[in-house]
């Protein structure tokens, strides 16, 4: 199992981007999707999850309000639209997809939110 995060960039307070997280390879088992960050200094926290169906969803109270997390589970994509970004959300972020068995991580994608 392979994982892509793309969509990172530089952009300013109040501004917008959208992450996705590409998987292929087997994903029998798959429960749940993540997307974690982790700043210059300070331990990976997690931003949001979804369950395979979509019907859970969980937030860290730094981003709820602002940030969506969506799958499209045809194409094995994970998604999080982020709104209202401020510098504290600056960060790599990285995918992570969990099976009843292991845990696959994507290689992150740097987020810089600038003052």
């Known amino acids: 199992v392979q994982l892509q995060a793309s969509g990172g960039g530089l952009v300013q307070t109040g501004g917008t981007l959208r992450l996705s997280c590409a998987a292929s390879?087997?994903?029998?088992?798959?429960?749940?999707m993540g997307w974690y960050r982790q700043a210059p200094g300070k331990q990976r926290e997690l931003v949001a999850s979804?369950?395979?169906?979509?019907?859970?969803?969980k937030y860290a109270d730094s981003v709820k309000g602002r940030f969506t997390i969506s799958s499209d589970n045809a194409k094995n994509i994970l998604y999080v639209q982020m709104t209202n970004l401020n510098p504290e959300d600056t960060a790599v972020y990285s995918c992570?997809?969990?099976?009843?068995?292991?845990?696959?991580w994507g290689r992150g994608t740097q987020v810089t939110v600038s003052s």
């Open positions: 390879g087997g994903l029998n088992g798959l429960h749940t």
């Open positions: 992570k997809f969990e099976t009843f068995w292991n845990d696959y």
């Open positions: 979804i369950s395979r169906s979509g019907r859970t969803t």
